[in-house]
Each structure stands twice: as C-alpha cells, then as structure tokens.
C-alpha cells in the first residue's frame, strides 16, 4: 500500500496558481474586453494547464479578496492605461497604501501603459509601485513613454513590449489587411474626449466618402455625445455594444476602419481590416510612434480624405525581440 501511495505521489502533476488583474471587470468601456481577450489568450498559451482567477482593477476589492490574491503564485496586470503619477487622486486602479501588505512583490505588469502625460511619480505612488511589482520577473509595458516612467523609479526589470492586443500583427498578418479603399467604414467615438467640430467633420468626411457607415457604440455614454453632434447625417446605422455585434460587422468583405476609439482599430486590424485611427489623447499616440500604427492626431481629421483616397500599406514593426524575452521570462519552474 506504502508504495502504491508514492506512486500516485509522484505522478501527480503541480499546478501553477494565476491571479490576472483584470480591467474588464465592472467595465463600461468594451476596449477593456478587447484588451483582455488578447491578454487572456497569450497567458493561457503559456500556462495552458494552470489555475486562472480574476480580479478588479476598476473595482474597489476587499480584505477577502486582498487575501486571495496574496495566495497566488504571480498577478498579471492585464493591459490597459491604469498607470499614474498620482495614485491617491488617480483611481483608475483601484489599488491603495494597503495593498503593500498583500501583493507585496507579486504584481507582473502585462502591456501597461500610463493614464496620460504627467509630471514626476510622487513618493506615495512610487512607495506602493517598488513595493507590489515584482522585482524578479520582467514587466511588460505597451510604449515607450511608460517604460521610461517606470525607470525613473528604479524599476529597471522591466521592457516596451507594445500592447498585447497588437502581438498577432506580424508581417504575414499585415499582408492579409487591404490595400486600397472599401465600400463602407466602421467608425467610433470618445465620449469622455470630446470635440464636436473635429468630430463632426470626421462623421462628415465619411458620410461623403462611404456608401454606409456604420458607428459602434463602444460605450453607453458614446451614443449620447453621437445624438449631441450628429447634425442632418443621415445615413449612419448604429452598432450595438457588444463585441459580438462589432466582430460580425468587422468580419464583412470590403469594410475600413477609421476612428477615434484605440482599441477599435487594434480589432479592426486583428480582422484583417484596413484602419486609420484618430487620437485623441497620449495612448495612441505613443503606440503609433513605437510600432507605426496607423495614427493621426484628431485634429488633422482632413487627413483622412487621404487616407481613403489612397493605397495605404499595414507595416506593424512589433519589438519581437521584448515580446518574445518577457513571455519567456514569465514561465514559472
């Protein structure tokens, strides 16, 4: 009996134990889940048999699950601009002085970018930063801007990797999105960005320019700042909020991507369609100079007409290099 026991003892495989700090949790912006998606899909190709648990980064979390976390072998930060300066006035991570105690050297950044351009990191966010990020494990973030942030503080682990939701963008990738022009576009908007002369120019500009357009409604809050600018345009068909709604429409033959919604065009591009994105603050911005995606600043809207008037070739340049070091970087023995 003592030796069937070590027997079954020593087949008996080990499991890895995965905590992902997920923004799509309690969201109401679906670029979160675009995020996750891609985030969720890469981890699992490399834990592909282990324990995933998520948890809130939008949400305030409590002792419970504080204590949770503590338990896991490594969280992943899954994506997003939740980085700041200033962590006890900007709370799009809802993360406090308390969670020192928890996730002390447990948190591994996973394609992080910063909330928007800021000024020096102050001592209560770097304090909570050096403390819960991981000093052994390489941090992945999605730009340049942010990689230079994070070592102002001595956080030297970690590398500009791009954002996850672009690693499927290789060369092979790029020659399956059209060259030329389609018969119809998808377009979004940014409610909490608002420009309603830029805005409407662009709606203008591809309302003359399409046969249909349609808008996705990315969050709840887009179709109210759409019925505020929208005017006597009249042949623009909304997009329900869902993923589902957005895929199918970006699976149909002969559409364009061109909007104000980052992660829009990131999945416009990850269905091999052709895409132009209008920033409207630091986040793709930042992406485009780092990978040249295919970005203008909103208020160079005319400068659309040129790209639908004209071949454009997807050319994403991925730092492999940083992608392929930290995936490797994060196997667990």
């Given at each position: ?18 905590g ?28 592909p ?38 962590l ?22 996973m ?35 942010t ?24 060369p ?20 909490y ?50 993923i ?20 829009a ?9 052709r ?59």
């Amino acid at each position: 009996m003592t030796n069937l026991r070590s027997a079954r003892k020593k087949q008996q495989k080990e499991y890895n134990d995965i905590g992902i700090l997920n923004p799509s949790i309690g969201t109401s912006n679906l670029g979160d889940l675009i995020i996750y998606d891609s985030v969720y899909k890469k981890l699992r190709s490399v834990y592909p048999d282990d324990l995933f648990t998520n948890f809130p980064t939008q949400l305030h979390t409590s002792y419970d699950a504080m204590d949770l976390m503590r338990e896991k072998d490594l969280l992943f930060v899954s994506g997003t601009n939740l980085l700041s300066s200033n962590l006890e006035v900007r709370h799009q991570w809802k993360i406090h002085r308390s969670h020192k105690k928890f996730l002390k050297n447990k948190v591994v950044l996973m394609g992080c970018g910063w909330w928007q351009y800021q000024g020096n990191i102050n001592g209560y966010t770097k304090s909570i930063y050096k403390t819960i990020l991981n000093k052994d494990v390489l941090h992945s973030v999605r730009d340049q801007y942010t990689f230079e942030k994070l070592k102002s503080i001595g956080i030297d682990n970690v590398v500009n990797t791009s954002c996850p939701t672009l690693w499927g963008l290789t060369p092979e990738k790029c020659k399956l999105v059209p060259v030329s022009k389609g018969e119809e576009v998808i377009t979004t908007l940014t409610f909490y960005h608002k420009n309603a002369d830029l805005d409407f120019k662009m709606l203008k500009i591809l309302s003359e320019n399409y046969s249909k357009v349609y808008l996705w409604i990315q969050g709840l809050s887009d179709l109210n700042y759409y019925d505020e600018i929208r005017g006597d345009l009249n042949n623009i068909e909304l997009i329900p909020p869902t993923i589902e709604a957005f895929d199918e429409m970006l699976n149909k033959s002969n559409v364009d991507y061109i909007g104000t919604r980052l992660h829009a065009g990131v999945r416009a591009l990850q269905k091999n369609v052709r895409t132009l994105i209008l920033a409207v603050d630091n986040r793709a911005i930042e992406i485009g100079k780092d990978v040249n995606l295919n970005v203008i600043k909103r208020e160079d809207v005319n400068d659309c007409i040129s790209f639908i008037e004209n071949d454009y070739v997807t050319d994403i340049k991925l730092p492999q290099d940083n992608i392929d070091k930290w995936l490797k970087a994060i196997k667990l023995k």
